[in-house]
């Protein structure tokens, strides 16, 4: 998968001024005050093994697989004692699932012997664990620990590049662009928000323009022909 689109790309001196980026988060802020994950969880934990597994999964695929899993195994001794094997009846309709349950396994002896159980608050730690990236550490520092953080994934990689947010050709970019750009007020919440803005407006093949609500501040070249 090729993370960067030429169309996307605006030439980069053209950078979206300050008024026009506070304007665009006040609307998502209005819109949804409190956006949330649309992973289903009740402790770090278990939204840091959902994470693991929605890599190239959707969250509802993973809300279905953890809705019994968590109903069985919710701890890192629960799952650790379910086995490979026993772990992976549980997740076997998710992609990857062979890969996924070995990390998750791993991962849950790491927890139990050098974390006591317990998720770690730091990304350098997290990002330590199998099957735990940048974007995954990211995701489980701002939902549940409450860090300003920006996980970029597709969804927020198209949305910044499209819109003029964050306008770089990898991940890491966009995300050190968002942190120094977005107002401090929003940026606690700005993932979630861009998150689900790419998920249901900004749409990769055919975005919903019309129905969007940052359109006139929207520098994508292409957002008025997809009113007709």
């Known amino acids: 998968m090729s993370w960067f689109n030429p169309e996307w790309i605006l030439k980069k001196e053209n950078s979206m001024n300050a008024k026009k980026r506070l304007a665009i988060f006040q609307r998502f802020n209005k819109q949804n005050p409190h956006p949330q994950t649309e992973l289903v969880y009740r402790s770090p934990f278990?939204?840091?093994?959902a994470v693991i597994l929605s890599a190239q999964a959707t969250d509802k695929s993973v809300n279905r697989a953890t809705k019994t899993l968590f109903a069985a195994a919710s701890t890192p001794e629960a799952i650790a004692a379910l086995g490979l094997e026993g772990l992976k009846k549980h997740i076997k309709s998710i992609g990857l699932y062979n890969t996924k349950a070995k990390n998750i396994i791993n991962?849950?002896?790491i927890l139990l012997k050098q974390y006591k159980g317990k998720v770690p608050e730091k990304r350098e730690l997290l990002e330590k664990l199998p099957g735990v990236g940048r974007k995954t550490a990211n995701v489980v520092l701002n939902t549940v620990f409450d860090q300003p953080t920006v996980a970029v994934d597709t969804h927020i990689f198209r949305v910044c590049n499209r819109t003029g947010l964050a306008k770089e050709k990898t991940p890491l970019a966009v995300e050190k662009t968002l942190l120094k750009t977005i107002p401090?007020?929003?940026?606690?919440n700005a993932h979630h928000w861009l998150v689900l803005h790419g998920r249901y407006t900004c749409l990769a093949r055919k975005p919903k323009c019309p129905e969007c609500i940052i359109q006139d501040l929207c520098e994508y070249p292409k957002r008025f022909e997809n009113e007709k």
């Open 46 to 49: 278990e939204l840091l093994i």
């Open 184 to 188: 401090k007020p929003y940026l606690k």
């Open 107 to 109: 991962t849950c002896e």
